[in-house]
T-cell receptor, first 115, second 112 residues
Framework: GAVVSQHPSRVICKSGTSVKIECRSL??????MFWYRQFPKQSLMLMAT?????????EQGVEKDKFLINHASLTLSTLTVTSAHPEDSSFYIC???????????FGDGTRLSIL | GENVEQHPSTLSVQEGDSAVIKCTYS??????FPWYKQELGKRPQLIID?????GEKKDQRIAVTLNKTAKHFSLHITETQPEDSAVYFC???????????FGTGTRLQVTL
């Protein structure tokens, strides 16, 4: 149980392109999903907390206009990196939590490479 | 905000030996402490967790201890095997949203 699917797994695109990443909870309803960024050989850094039906809560230093988050249903959250640049290249991972429970379950991540 | 420190950054042990990874946290309100194992290029996998009302938890070869007074918690892996080789992250959760703050990670290598 508690499977989280993330798509796509890999994206390579040109600078200036916008990229959308999907995160789905497959076998449970997730009122809260989280988006992280992980640079090579570094830890996971929380970017934002996504709540179903409301605006996302962004961490300090994360540009909300650049990283658009939508959580329109209890099983789907999307992260759109707008006008991506090479410095946005990273491993983006989502996680989801079953309502009322603590553990976060992670997706497989999306490796984003901006040329 | 919460700050989680993790040591050591790398750890090499021989197969069959024990491995211990230690973390400290700063926010006394943190109440949930998971440990994740991450293999290269893959998702973090929850291996064990502990809540603030418990001092120790064990699951087969893996155990976690928590000292709330000192604000530190540790992961213990006994009888290590080569497949235990990975990067391990500790984390601490605070607030109703249970936001996780991760440690910097420990690269564990189990040698034959």
């Amino acid at each position: 149980g508690a499977v989280v699917s993330q798509h796509p797994s890999r994206v390579i695109c040109k600078s200036g392109t916008s990229v959308k990443i999907e995160c789905r909870s497959l076998d449970f309803q997730a009122t809260t999903m989280f988006w992280y960024r992980q640079f090579p050989k570094q830890s996971l850094m929380l970017m934002a907390t996504s709540n179903e039906g409301s605006k996302a809560t962004y961490e300090q230093g994360v540009e909300k206009d650049k990283f658009l988050i939508n959580h329109a249903s209890l099983t789907l959250s999307t992260l759109t990196v707008t006008s991506a640049h090479p410095e946005d290249s990273s491993f983006y991972i989502c996680s989801a939590r079953v309502a009322g429970r603590k553990p976060q379950h992670f997706g497989d991540g999306t490796r984003l490479s901006i040329l | 905000g919460e700050n989680v420190e993790q040591h050591p950054s790398t750890l090499s042990v021989q197969e069959g030996d024990s491995a211990v990874i230690k973390c400290t946290y700063s926010d006394s309100a943190s109440n949930y402490f998971p440990w994740y194992k991450q293999e290269l290029g893959k998702r973090p996998q929850l291996i064990i967790d502990i809540r603030s009302n418990v001092g120790e938890k064990k699951d087969q070869r893996i155990a976690v201890t928590l000292n709330k007074t000192a604000k530190h918690f540790s992961l213990h892996i006994t009888e290590t095997q080569p497949e235990d080789s990975a990067v391990y992250f500790c984390a601490a959760a605070t607030g109703t949203a249970s936001k996780l703050t991760f440690g910097t990670g420990t690269r564990l290598q189990v040698t034959l």
